[in-house]
Nanobody, 127 residues
Framework: QVQLVESGGGLVQVGGSLRLSCAAS????????MGWFRQAPGKQREFVAS????????NFADSVKGRFTISRDNAKNTLYLQMNSLKPEDTAVYYC????????????????????WGQGTQVTVAS
């Protein structure tokens, strides 16, 4: 059974940076697309970024393009989200997710496109 565990969240000032990590276990993930979503209070969970199994392709929500970077280390079964120039509107619980099929598509931006989820990590950006 796949398990995803996020870490690295916290409180940061506007303009600051954080790096989130997502440790995966319970299988081999190097062929599987992974992604980050976030959910702010009172809002729907939304797509943030995704990355192909080999890490060569990535997709970002318009709201984070140029500020966030997604990467992965398949040797460590770990997914990362580097967040720079943080804004108050980035405040949310951040979730990592995995799609247990081979391939990658820029169309995979919905919750239903991913199979397994972590428990989330809180990111709070203080103004």
């Amino acid at each position: 059974q796949v398990q995803l565990v996020e870490s690295g969240g916290g409180l940061v000032q506007v303009g600051g940076s954080l790096r989130l990590s997502c440790a995966a276990s319970g299988g081999t993930f190097s062929s599987s697309a992974m992604g980050w979503f976030r959910q702010a209070p009172g809002k729907q969970r939304e797509f943030v970024a995704s990355i192909s199994g080999g890490g060569s392709s990535a997709n970002f929500a318009d709201s984070v393009k140029g500020r966030f970077t997604i990467s992965r280390d398949n040797a460590k079964n770990t997914l990362y989200l580097q967040m720079n120039s943080l804004k108050p509107e980035d405040t949310a619980v951040y979730y990592c997710a995995i799609r247990r099929t081979v391939g990658f598509s820029l169309q995979w931006t919905r919750q239903g496109d991913f199979d397994s989820w972590g428990q989330g990590t809180q990111v709070t950006v203080a103004s």
